[in-house]
């Protein structure tokens, strides 16, 4: 099974997102009233470090494991799609204090009533795909 | 033994995560999960609503394992590696939150005014918990991402939608934050 190694990568991200308290509401609601640099620091420093391997991957100093370049998908344009989506998707994650990496981490930690954030973000993306092609970019 | 038993600082968690990337991507997949989102309603039958749907979900299955895996570092975390449940939040941060109505705050991962299990049975509790979630989902959806597809992926690959989706995310967190959640609470 290849895909094992993906449960694993998963598992190494579930502990760093536990270990870093990135899964705490606290720590959330701390970033959004500016009163700690821990988020803005995990954040800050994951995408500085990122932006190096990004790099490499560019300029294929660094190759995946088959020995092609790494490409990197791009993102969808749109004005209205990318601020009001990450809008609303600002006001979920600073209410829930969990973005969707963390809310699968605290299914880990036995929390029941993550799965009723879960169930929503379902719903949420089940709606979001029945709108699709009606609302503006 | 530290390493166990400490909170990790920023600076070792940022550059994990960025491994985490790294490692993703040597194994021909990009870093992001919110998609997985989409995965759940194709598997549930949602391609008979819309042909949004309408996809081969066996392609995600990577991704299903990946989001397996952050379910079983959750578990495995609050089992073994985690001796305290406290969070050392600045103080002043504790203060606001108990004048909101928030008792004990930092004193475990998240507020029991917002995740205590009788929360499902009350109309605000399951509102606020069933709320939250879909405003997660649609967001994520529509904005392309969410934070590690587009604030680590799209940040670090220069990707100017992911800028304004990162700019969304925090007109969003900061309207809740500072005017929603008084409100709420």
């Not at chain 1, 600002?90 to 880990?108: D, E, H, K």
């Amino acid at each position: 099974m290849k895909n094992i190694r993906f449960l694993v990568i998963g598992s190494l991200f579930g502990i760093i997102l536990s270990k870093s308290e990135v899964v705490s509401w606290y720590r959330i609601y701390e970033m959004f009233k500016f009163q700690s640099f821990h988020m803005f620091g995990i954040i800050g420093s994951a995408v500085l470090i990122s932006m190096v391997f990004m790099q490499l991957f560019e300029k294929g100093k660094i190759k995946n494991h088959k020995g092609e370049k790494i490409t990197t998908k791009e993102k969808k344009k749109g004005l209205t799609r990318t601020l009001v989506g990450g809008t609303i998707f600002g006001l979920g994650w600073a209410l829930a204090g969990a973005c969707p990496g963390p809310m699968f981490v605290l299914v880990g930690h036995g929390i029941t009533t993550i799965l009723i954030v879960i169930l929503g973000a379902t719903i949420g993306a089940f709606v979001y795909g029945l709108l699709s092609n009606k609302l503006p970019n | 033994m530290e390493f166990i038993s400490q909170p990790w600082p920023w600076y070792v968690a940022g550059p994990m995560i960025a491994i985490v990337l790294l490692l993703m991507n040597y194994f021909g997949r990009g870093f992001g999960v919110s998609t997985n989102l989409e995965t759940f309603c194709t598997i549930g039958g949602a391609g008979k609503a819309s042909d949004y749907f309408k996809k081969d979900w066996k392609e995600q299955k990577w991704s299903l394992f990946f989001v397996a895996g952050i379910i079983l570092g959750g578990y495995l975390s609050s089992h073994y590696l985690m001796p305290t449940e406290n969070i050392a939040i600045n103080p002043e941060t504790a203060s606001e939150l108990a004048e909101l109505g928030f008792a004990n705050a930092g004193q475990s991962y998240l507020p029991a005014e917002i995740f205590s299990t009788e929360n499902i049975f009350s109309m605000k509790g399951f509102a606020i918990l069933i709320g939250a979630g879909f405003m997660i989902g649609f967001g994520a959806r529509y904005a392309g991402g969410c934070t590690s597809g587009h604030a680590i992926t799209g940040l670090s690959s220069l990707q100017i939608p992911s800028l304004l989706a990162v700019i969304g995310f925090f007109i969003g967190g900061l309207l809740m934050t500072w005017f929603l959640i008084p409100l709420i609470f």
